[in-house]
T-cell receptor, first 109, second 114 residues
Framework: GQNIDQPTEMTATEGAIVQINCTYQ??????LFWYQQHAGEAPTFLSY????GLEEKGRFSSFLSRSKGYSYLLLKELQMKDSASYLC??????????FGRGTSLIVHP | ETGVTQSPTHLIKTRGQQVTLRCSSQ?????VSWYQQALGQGPQFIFQ???????GRGNFPPRFSGLQFPNYSSELNVNALELDDSALYLC?????????????FGSGTQLSVL
């Protein structure tokens, strides 16, 4: 089985940087995903890590350490539209992602 | 980009009734996964279909069942509805065999059981 832990809520200021952490325990590992979900909308794909290290994509970066069972999503130059829930999901031996409960990010002006 | 459509968008049922939710996958995708998302929670995996066969199942009772059709569209059926079944039901399509099997989600069906 899998166990995924991420903070329930975070707040940040427009223009700032925020790091959302995710820790996991899994039997078998085939990648870690981050999804963004605005209220009332479908989750949308942000990033995928399967090897250790940092993946950068514009204002968003995602880091993975397989030995520590740890990932983070880094959001730079925060904008109001970044207010959303951020979901960490781990693909185990079955390749089917298991989602954490999500981190609700609130960006203040 | 999503291309995954679900119907209906909202549904109200009473306890004990049965419901069928529908999903059309994105063009080129051969796998459909269904998730249940309660308010304030992450999506919980129900089951996945690949080539019309169930390819994995989460911790949901047998009254949750599904189908996948030759055109890769899918249905989720829930019998004997309970109040706790009230949730957002998300369908996601993907291409099994891709290096990064990212999921493309539909907008979901909001089910309320009274």
């Amino acid at each position: 089985g899998q166990n995924i832990d991420q903070p329930t809520e975070m707040t940040a200021t427009e223009g700032a940087i925020v790091q959302i952490n995710c820790t996991y325990q899994t039997s078998g590992f085939n990648g870690l995903f981050w999804y963004q979900q605005h209220a009332g909308e479908a989750p949308t794909f942000l990033s995928y890590n399967v090897l250790d290290g940092l993946e950068e994509k514009g204002r968003f970066s995602s880091f993975l350490s397989r030995s520590k069972g740890y990932s983070y999503l880094l959001l730079k130059e925060l904008q109001m539209k970044d207010s959303a829930s951020y979901l960490c999901a781990v693909a185990g031996g079955s390749y089917i992602p298991t989602f954490g409960r999500g981190t609700s990010l609130i960006v203040h002006p | 980009e999503t291309g995954v459509t679900q119907s209906p968008t909202h549904l109200i049922k009473t306890r004990g009734q049965q419901v069928t939710l529908r999903c059309s996958s994105q063009s080129g995708h051969n796998t459909v996964s269904w998730y249940q998302q309660a308010l304030g929670q992450g999506p919980q995996f129900i089951f996945q279909y690949y080539r019309e066969e169930e390819n994995g199942r989460g911790n949901f009772p047998p009254r949750f069942s599904g189908l996948q059709f030759p055109n890769y569209s899918s249905e989720l059926n829930v019998n004997a509805l309970e109040l706790d079944d009230s949730a957002l039901y998300l369908c996601a399509s993907s291409f099994q065999g891709a290096t990064n099997e990212k999921l493309f989600f539909g907008s979901g069906t909001q089910l309320s059981v009274l």
